[in-house]
Nanobody
Framework: VQLVESGGGLVRAGGSLRLSCAAS????????IGWFRQAPGKGREAVSC????????YYTDSVKGRFTLSRDNAANTVYLQMNSLKAEDTAVYYC????????????????WGQGTQVTVSS
């Protein structure tokens, strides 16, 4: 099982990035996928999650209207489009998979990627 994030980098405030999470080694269609982030000295928080069955999405309040999560089951990939980035979005972003539900609680996820750094300069 493997989840590989990509697309992170350094961007100025107001800019955009698109993160990708490529999955392999499991039946991607059956799994909910979540994006989480962890800033230095802080806990891991849910950013956005997408269900396996109806692709319903969840967004934490601080990213609503700025981030868009989508999935391409044919490509086994989930995309997080991040617009109007702010300095407070700076963190390591992780994608994770679980077979039951798009939870916002990290311990409920079975598989994790290695993370990709997003740095937003103000």
């Amino acid at each position: 099982v493997q989840l590989v994030e990509s697309g992170g980098g350094l961007v100025r405030a107001g800019g955009s990035l698109r993160l990708s999470c490529a999955a392999s080694g499991f039946t991607f269609d059956d799994y909910a996928i979540g994006w989480f982030r962890q800033a230095p000295g802080k806990g891991r928080e849910a950013v956005s999650c997408i269900a396996s069955y109806d692709h319903r999405t969840y967004y934490t309040d601080s990213v609503k209207g700025r981030f868009t999560l989508s999935r391409d089951n044919a490509a086994n990939t989930v995309y997080l489009q991040m617009n109007s980035l702010k300095a407070e979005d700076t963190a390591v972003y992780y994608c994770a998979a679980n077979m039951i539900y798009p939870y916002t609680d990290p311990p409920k996820y079975d598989y994790w990627g290695q993370g990709t750094q997003v740095t937003v300069s103000s």
